[in-house]
């Protein structure tokens, strides 16, 4: 998942939690029942918003979701350990790592991994 669409469900999650907090309208109709409810409206505070669109700009638009990117860690992790181009390689996944940070802590310890694997092939 990309890094503005996991802010857009904390966003949208979080307005659902304060929807449901609301008291509700107490008589037996809708005092205007074509104007929609204060709680439908979602109200984003400004640094939700720019975050939000700072992850919409930096987003590219033929970005990978995060099982595409999951798809290629193995191969992306590898070439970041032997220090080979990845950025030039696999844009699409240097720029989600960027951008993700779930997909970036799981890159990071297999990363880990990899360095340690080959530390010991090193020493042995």
Not at 58 to 79: G, H, I, R
Request: proline share 5%.
């Amino acid at each position: 998942m990309t890094n503005w669409q996991a802010n857009l469900k904390r966003i949208l999650a979080n307005h659902k939690r304060d929807k449901r907090n609301l008291p509700t309208h107490q008589g037996t109709t809708a005092p205007d029942a074509h104007q929609s409810s204060p709680a439908a409206v979602l109200h984003l505070d400004d640094t939700d918003l720019v975050k939000l669109m700072h992850c919409l700009n930096m987003t590219p638009e033929n970005a990978c979701t995060c099982a595409e990117a999951y798809a290629m860690l193995d191969q992306y992790t590898e070439l970041v350990a032997s220090d080979e181009q990845a950025k030039q390689l696999m844009p699409l996944v240097k720029n989600h790592m960027d951008m993700c940070p779930d997909c970036r802590e799981e890159f990071e310890i297999l990363l880990k991994i990899v360095h340690a694997e080959n530390a010991d092939s090193v020493e042995r």
